[in-house]
């Protein structure tokens, strides 16, 4: 089954304690789509300018992402530039140039309308309401934000909250809106807004899912080398959608599974820059590391008498 | 099986968001003692000034806690007082009174030499070592450190590490001493230097346990309040050594799960103040609570063809 995502669509110029790189694909949208279309079909809704280089999308198209909804509108494309210190924990945004990206109203193409699985991107969360007024109830919508929109739309957030299945932020952000610092207490206050799922991105610290009455963690798959971690949290968002969309089962423990999907590619993502890594991807590799998240947490319980 | 701690036996006074508490029983010594007790008979060799008041170790004392090598010195104890703000993450050390604790030099009675399980909680890396010269043989060595002693006793440190099976320490810790950022690095760089196992404790985000060739994880256990943090690194040591001196069973499977014992005492550590919360625990409670995070991060792997 297909899943829908509308983002953003960036080139990104990233400098990390390993190199450079220069205009490269980057924006929700696009580590989106280079994850998740390695286990489902993606229509794409964003924008890119004049400039952009759309013979780079080929790959992507090869691998049945669809990009009937990418506009292509006069003027710049939207572009940052960040830089990774030592710790690889924290981007430093040295520069963003929204472009044509500032002016993005999201239009669904009618083929993209009946999209079993939605994924609105980190975008105002205005344009995210908009997006579901034009789609037909989808089987999973999920959405994802950020702190900039907390903290300047925040009636619109909670009217958001109320349209959507599921929610991934990270923790700063799920403390943020909730108004809560534990963040099992924050959990419990988005869930009581609508979404019947929250996932708490951790970043190097793993993930949570709650729902009303589970929870789930997975970790992060511990690596040797992160080069870049930009683009972690869509390529997470990604491979989660993508395993939904491909197998269609919405029971927890495939959410479950969905997530640690989702770990596993966040942590495919971060050892290239861009989408590098995802586009060379391929299902063995990607399930020996599901297979390793397994190891990496398994214990058998039994205390003796 | 006995294990024996030798450790710091201190009189705490802690503010937190949720409660004031004077003259505590603290320490590492204390906190570990009251966590693997519940497990295995303990040991414990520290030193307590004039002014301890050692009626408050009688629930020990009838947990199996042998307090033998209990030295009481003329002068004052190990007092500790510290504030955590609303993240409750770090501890703000207000005043610090060594006491007789700045004298300190472990004496292991001829009784505790045969100890299978030998903890040395975190002091002078000298002192760690004139404990092991004490002590026969044991099954296994493990040890605590905290960035103090790495700073001011590097070499010490080094050679402590050729002569433990195991050591345990924090995220922030495991980077100093091994002068790598990365934590896969740092394990591996400490593995080199002797200990077959490190265990690295990340507080809130959960606990890794690194062998040559082996990754376990272990999250925190999500818990609603967090009470009072204190002693839940040495609560998590005692829980972890408490399990192998139960079981006698130094086995990777045997490992992971003393992991999560350790790890479920950490989390009951921290819901009351001092050991309050220890000493009321009981095997089903513990069990109950191991359960719960074996559901935590359960899941089974699977991917469509």
Known sequence: ?????????????????????????????????????????????????????????????????????????????????????????????????????????????????????????????RLQLDVLRQVDRPKLVACDTMNFWIESRRPDILELLGHVDLITLNDAEARQLSEHNNLLKAARWILSRGPKHVIIKKGEHGAFMFTERTVFFAPAYPLEDVFDPTGAGDSFAGGFM???????????????????????????????????????????????????FRRLVAFEEELDA
């Open 1 to 125: 089954m297909p899943v829908l995502v509308v983002g953003s669509v960036a080139l990104d110029s990233v400098e990390t304690p390993f190199g450079k790189a220069s205009d490269v694909l980057g924006g929700s949208a696009m580590y989106f789509s280079a994850s998740a279309s390695l286990l489902a079909p993606v229509q794409v809704v964003g924008v890119v300018g004049s400039d952009y280089p759309v013979e780079q999308l080929e790959p992507l198209r090869e691998r049945d992402v669809d990009f009937a909804g990418l506009e292509h509108a006069e003027g710049a494309s939207f572009r940052w530039r960040g830089r990774y210190r030592h710790d690889l924990n924290t981007a430093e945004t040295l520069e963003t140039h929204l472009g044509v990206f500032s002016q993005f109203r999201p239009k669904i193409p009618d083929a993209f309308r009946s999209a079993p699985f939605v994924f609105l991107g980190n975008i105002d969360p």
């Open 242 to 292: 993508g395993y939904l969309a491909r197998t269609g089962d919405l029971s927890e423990p495939n959410l479950r599974r969905a997530v640690v999907y989702g770990s596993a590619m966040g942590s495919f993502a971060v050892e290239r820059f861009s989408i590098e890594r995802l586009l060379v991807l391929d299902h063995p590799q990607l399930r020996a590391r599901v297979a390793e």
